[in-house]
């Protein structure tokens, strides 16, 4: 089984397995792995990595359980969503000049 959570300190929306998700008298948490890189986190995500010792934890808020066909959409429908946005921001970047202030933050790397 997989979580749909919401990270407390930015917001952002993630999937990720039930295994990295821990929940005791602290609140709920989410182990995340130290890696850089959308499709190797998608492929870790799939697979249900076991999480490692130097993982870090945030606190996080549960909105749903899911199952795989559920999680693998949703991985593809943010990947793809952040993928057409970064490309709109190059593109508008380069129209606006160098000095342009026009940004846009990807809250899915917590490496």
């Known amino acids: 089984m997989f979580y749909v959570v919401e990270f407390d300190c930015d917001k952002s929306i993630e ?12 609140g709920v948490h989410c182990l995340w792995p130290l890696t850089k890189g959308r499709k190797k986190l998608l492929d870790m995500i799939q697979s249900q990595t076991l999480p490692q010792k130097n993982w870090r934890l945030y606190s996080v808020t549960i909105k749903r359980k899911c199952g795989m066909c559920s999680v693998f959409t949703a991985s593809v429908v943010i990947y793809t969503i952040s993928s057409v946005l970064h490309n709109a921001c190059n593109i508008i970047n380069r129209h606006l000049g160098s000095g342009s202030l026009f940004c846009l933050v990807d809250l899915t790397d917590r490496g």
């Open 15 to 26: 999937v990720v397995p039930e295994l990295w998700i821990t929940i005791d008298d602290d």
